[in-house]
């Protein structure tokens, strides 16, 4: 029991801090990526050429790119969260360009024959039918995202990172755990309230399609 | 009324549309049809701005349509596709509103509006309002399709061949609905179809097109009596002997009241029931069961003896068909041959019925005018 009364303050601060970086980086990145999407499913001949480019980038592992930020930016949580939320973009803007463009061309041409403009095709019936697989790229993320927050110790930011770390130097496998096991009950609650929202928000009449 | 002036359309160097001029009346049911790749769809999608034409102008009631905003003029032009394309994130009542909503009707004017549209094709609003497309049928989709280009009552509906893709009898019974929705709306309807039938049942005029021009503009009856071009005639006999005719088979038109004898029975008794029943031809059976020919009072006359068994008369051998075999073929038959009836075989070549010219004539009566019975 000592071993919580030494570390269960530290804990609940890792994990608040954690969860923070989480949230706020698939946040950010959410928008962007879902931003970024709608836009490149307007202009599919670039995105050809884009999205691959992105994915490249995509492969750039995060403690080289987290280790570059901080020379520019320094210690500080924006560091973090500016890396994450890069790293959080691709899942989701790649299904939301592909949700968009598996919208069958029926729609979008009875959307149009309705006398709907661009922008009410785009929300009404376009966003809404690629709902469902917007969502799995942000489930995704969020699961991604909650390991690579580990890194965040890495530059002395906290998280439950720092646990792994320290448990790792000190070989202290207990300590190790203690950071890995609510990073991963963490992935799964996150994953599993994700699957409420998908309940939520994914049109009624789409998911007697599914 | 819609007014195509020298409308030119070209994709590459193909031409889509050739230097078309026309007119469509108000209130017109009008049908194009013409080969794949003839231009319709591109005709009709022109109407409605899907495709700017290169030359030319379209005017809808004098109006150039290149100056009015595409989005607002659709909201005045109905629009059906083969596809449906019924929103499947709405339920029917969204989708019948579509257009209505954009227009700003009220809530309750659009919940009054798809009541009454949805009564005039017999579904329930109760039943069906709530409803998302996935849960309905094709015809049942399809139909909602047709009302919600009807929601706000527009002057004019265009229809990409909207029952090509549901199954003859939801087609037939969808094709009824809009004629009778035609005759009660009173909407101009430009609808394309390559199905000559459908034109014909449908159109108050055909225009039939060939390589981005217009072969022929007619009624119905005009272009049944003077198709303008061989292509047209082809497709008038393809599509009379494609459609609802061609599920018919030997098995629907055949009598099965016939008399038929086993070869031992005697001539004096067949002789007797021939007089009895009026005939003058008795179907001649093996023993077992299968079909031998035919024997007329005329070969009994020659036969000269009326004592032996009937089966000492070389049956003639007449026309067959199978009774699996296309009602059109057994009719050919027929007519081919100088007797009066074809006789209907079982697979087993037993004696399922005969088709008699009576029965042809019936059977043409009714695919002329309707169910005779």
């Known amino acids: 029991m000592s071993f919580f009364n030494t570390y269960g303050e530290r804990l609940i601060d890792a994990i608040q801090i954690h969860l923070f970086y989480v949230l706020s980086s698939v946040f950010i990145g959410f928008v962007i990526a879902l931003i970024l999407g709608i836009i490149l499913s307007r202009i599919p001949r670039y995105a050809n050429i884009i999205m691959p480019l992105l994915s490249i980038f995509q492969t750039i592992p995060g403690i080289v790119f987290i280790g570059v930020l901080f020379l520019y930016l320094g210690m500080i949580p924006a560091t973090v969260i500016i890396a994450l939320a890069v790293y959080a973009i691709f899942p989701v803007l790649k299904n939301t360009y592909t949700g968009l463009m598996d919208v069958k061309p029926e729609y979008i041409e009875a959307a149009k024959g309705c006398g709907m403009s661009p922008i009410q095709t785009l929300l009404e019936v376009e966003l809404p039918l690629a709902t469902p697989s917007i969502i799995t790229g942000l489930r995704m993320s969020t699961i991604y995202t909650v390991s690579w927050s580990v890194l965040a110790a890495m530059i002395g930011l906290g998280g439950l990172g720092e646990f792994i770390y320290i448990g790792i130097a000190s070989n202290n496998n207990a300590l190790i755990l203690l950071g890995a096991i609510p990073a991963a009950l963490m992935a799964i609650v996150l994953s599993l309230l994700i699957d409420g929202l998908r309940r939520l928000i994914v049109p009624k009449g789409l998911r007697s399609l599914k | ?373």
């Open chain 2, 1 to 373: 009324m819609i007014r195509f002036e020298n409308v030119r359309k070209k994709y590459g160097d193909t031409v889509i549309l050739d230097n078309l001029s026309f007119n469509i009346e108000p209130g017109e049911f009008v049908v194009l049809i013409g080969p794949s790749g003839c231009g319709k769809t591109t005709t009709l999608k022109s109407i409605n701005r899907l495709i700017t034409p290169d030359q030319g102008k379209i005017f809808i009631d004098g109006q150039d349509i290149s100056e009015v905003n595409p989005v607002k003029l659709r909201r005045k032009i109905g629009y059906v596709i083969q596809q449906i394309g019924l929103f499947p994130n709405m339920t029917i009542e969204q989708n019948i509103g579509i257009v209505p909503k954009r227009l700003k009707y009220s809530k309750s004017k659009i919940k009054e509006i798809t009541r009454e549209l949805m009564e005039m094709v017999d579904m329930s609003f109760e039943d069906y309002a709530h409803k998302y497309p996935s849960e309905l049928s094709g015809g049942q989709q399809q139909r909602i399709g047709v009302l919600r280009a009807l929601a706000a009552s527009p002057p004019i509906v265009l229809m990409d061949e909207p029952f090509g893709a549901l199954d003859p009898l939801t087609r037939s019974t969808l094709q009824d609905e809009i004629v009778k929705l035609h005759k009660k709306l009173k909407k101009t309807i430009v609808f394309v179809t390559h199905d000559m039938n459908e034109a014909l049942d449908l159109a108050d005029k055909i225009i039939f097109m060939e390589k981005g021009e217009i072969v022929q503009m007619a009624t119905p009856d005009e272009m049944l009596a003077h198709p303008a071009s061989a292509l047209i005639r082809d497709f008038m006999r393809k599509s009379s002997s494609s459609a609802d005719s061609s599920d018919l088979t030997a098995a629907d038109f055949m009598k099965t009241k016939f008399f038929s004898v086993y070869k031992k029975r005697s001539i004096r008794e067949c002789t007797d029931l021939m007089a009895r029943q009026h005939i003058d031809s008795l179907l001649i059976k093996n023993d077992d069961n299968t079909y031998a020919g035919i024997v007329t009072i005329r070969a009994i006359k020659k036969h000269g003896k009326s004592s032996g068994s009937i089966g000492d008369i070389t049956p003639h051998v007449n026309i067959t068909s199978n009774i699996s075999e296309n009602a059109k073929e057994s009719f050919d038959k027929l007519y081919a041959t100088d007797d009066n009836y074809v006789v209907v075989l079982e697979d087993d070549n037993t004696i399922a019925g005969i088709i008699t010219k009576t029965g042809m004539a019936t059977a043409m009566a009714d695919t002329l005018w309707g169910d005779m019975q």
